[in-house]
């Protein structure tokens, strides 16, 4: 294999030749900033998995490296997100209780089969499925999500014990325990909570207030949670808070990733199948759609196929070394682009700042309070909560608003699982809806031109001996019945139609069914005594009607243009324009 073939699945061949010593100080910087952010957002996202928190440091190293190795996006900071950890947690939750052994297994378990599914998806060069989970009904799953994610972590905030996968059982399950509410866990739980979100649009502006530079204010805010952390760990260490029935972190190890072993159990895989698909399709959508934000802004490449390589690899990384299923964070990517991040290194440096810490200061954190943690993921998961996609989408299209909010509505009521499964679905059933009623156009000449336009839109001249049709979609079998009973409908409309021309400037593709549609069309007008006609076919398709037998069998011809279909066929003088009207 040449070196630029090689390169293709290997991008770190590709960069790795021009790095230097500018491009280091730009990583090494990033790296600092993403490692401080990345140690809080760790181990509260282990906390949302269900995992001990050092599953979230571990789920951090390893995947970072494998991922600079194989990705292509120069700025995307792999790892534990909100989304992809309450997914887990929804779905390992399902076969072993949290906390046991059997449930870490699950995870890595989760973390392989989602990583097999990624590379093998990239490997056959499939980035495109990603496509058919529509943008809209994304941002309804992860708006649901974010408010299903603050919702399970108010426990943590209030100190109770309360469970529950979807918003109704998490809401009865406060309401049965709120009078258990741990009044020094609220105090501090509150504290941290209110002190993020004065953190995330105050703290940046009052360090400019004291004089400190743009570059370094920047740098500042984003070590917010980290303040939070070593007040509220003090204030619990100091007045022994945990006595008090404060839960905290406790004792985490002081190790690098060890060597684990997913279980394989057909059972087990059974089990985790549907999820770890749908886990690999989200985690995939969230990552590629934040990698393409960032390289746009350099005017880099991402390959959506590598990009399935690059996180398959991080996830069977994450597999073998004690972790859970990552995949690219939204918000520490950012940070990692305007931190200076110049390559994938970046990454790398960060796995390396990571390592140090669960070396060296795990100790730290035994006394931070687990209700800082539910504060952190509180905090980030509301930034992406944004119901005015509903507006938007009922403003905009009556289809797309019920895909967005059927997929709100199940997440919120039924679960993760359920709530993407769903937007899977309702993201192919508006697309074959919508497809299945193409627009089509009856057109008249724009009188002293060449041009063909929809009569209901526009004043155009029109012959009573001819139907010109314009068809505005791809024909396939969804929509193949559509067009024939919307022509027949057309054509009653003219007793004197001699002539039938179907004009195909935006049929992209006709299968099998519409070819078939198409015969029947021409069989039907024959017998009136009537032809029918093309104009404006393109290419692709006309290769493959002319590996049919419908073109020998047409009664009409087969025109280059509208206009020449017009020229030849007119036999009286056309109609007075008709009077534009607004289509329906």
């Avoid at 069977?316 to 964070?329: E, N, Q, R």
């Avoid at 093309?534 to 073109?551: A, C, I, N, T």
């Amino acid at each position: 294999m040449t070196l630029p073939s090689l390169a293709r699945y290997l991008p770190i061949l590709d960069w790795g030749r021009r790095y230097d010593r500018a491009r280091f100080t730009g990583d090494a910087v990033a790296a600092v900033i993403v490692t401080i952010m990345l140690i809080p957002q760790s181990l509260a996202y282990a906390l949302l998995a269900g995992l001990p928190p050092e599953a979230g440091i571990y789920a951090s190293i390893v995947p970072i490296l494998l991922y600079a190795v194989f990705g292509t996006s120069r700025s995307l900071a792999v790892g534990p997100v909100a989304v992809v950890s309450l997914m887990t947690a929804a779905a390992v939750g399902e076969v072993a209780a949290s906390g046991t052994a059997g449930y870490a297994a699950a995870a890595l378990t989760l973390a392989l089969m989602s990583g097999a599914m990624l590379l093998a998806l990239g490997l056959l060069r499939m980035g495109f499925l990603a496509n058919f989970l529509s943008h809209p009904v994304i941002a309804g799953f992860i708006a649901a999500s974010g408010i299903l994610i603050a919702a399970s972590q108010l426990r943590h905030v209030l100190g109770i014990e309360a469970g529950g996968h979807t918003l109704p059982e998490i809401a009865a399950g406060l309401i049965a325990h709120l009078p258990e509410t741990n009044l020094a866990t609220l105090a501090l739980g509150v504290s941290a909570t209110a002190f993020l979100f004065w953190v995330r649009k105050g703290l940046k502006p009052a360090l400019r207030r004291i004089g400190l530079g743009p570059r370094m204010a920047d740098i500042g805010a984003k070590t917010g949670p980290v303040l939070a952390i070593v007040a509220t760990t003090l204030a619990v260490w100091f007045f022994d808070l945990g006595a008090r029935g404060v839960a905290i972190v406790g004792a985490v190890p002081q190790s690098l990733p060890p060597l684990t072993l997913p279980a394989l159990s057909p059972e087990l895989v059974s089990q985790l199948l549907v999820p770890a698909l749908l886990i690999s399709v989200i985690g995939f959508v969230e990552s590629i759609s934040v990698a393409q934000t960032l390289a746009a802004k350099k005017r880099q490449r991402i390959d959506p196929d590598q990009e399935l390589i690059g996180l398959g690899a991080a996830n069977l990384g994450a597999a073998f070394s004690g972790g859970f299923p990552v995949t690219g964070g939204f918000a520490r990517s950012v940070v990692n682009h305007d931190a200076g991040a110049e390559t994938p290194a970046a990454g790398a440096f960060t796995a390396l700042g990571l390592a140090l810490a669960a070396l060296f200061l795990t100790p730290l954190v035994h006394f931070l309070p687990k209700a800082t943690l539910a504060a952190t993921i509180i905090v980030a998961v509301l930034g992406l909560v944004d119901l005015s996609i509903l507006k938007r989408a009922w403003a905009f299209s009556r289809a797309d608003f019920a895909a967005v909010a059927v997929t709100m509505a199940l997440t919120l009521t039924a679960g993760v699982e359920t709530g993407v499964s769903a937007g899977v679905v309702t993201s192919i059933l508006v697309h074959l809806y919508k497809t299945s009623r193409p627009h089509m156009a009856v057109v008249g000449r724009v009188p002293g031109t060449e041009h063909f336009r929809n009569v209901l839109r526009h004043a155009v001249e029109t012959q009573p001996h001819v139907l010109a049709l314009r068809v505005d979609e791809s024909l396939y079998f969804p929509n193949a019945r559509f067009l024939e009973d919307r022509l027949a409908a057309y054509a009653a409309e003219k007793p004197d139609l001699t002539d039938v021309v179907l004009m195909f400037p935006a049929v992209n593709e006709i299968d099998l069914s519409a070819l078939e549609s198409l015969e029947a069309i021409n069989a039907r007008l024959k017998e009136a005594g009537i032809r029918l006609h093309l104009s404006e076919v393109k290419g692709p398709v006309m290769d493959r009607l002319k590996r049919s037998h419908f073109l020998d069998e047409m009664t009409g011809e087969v025109f280059l243009s509208q206009h020449e279909a017009a020229r030849r066929l007119a036999k009286t003088p056309p109609a007075a324009p008709e009077p534009a009207r607004r289509s329906a």
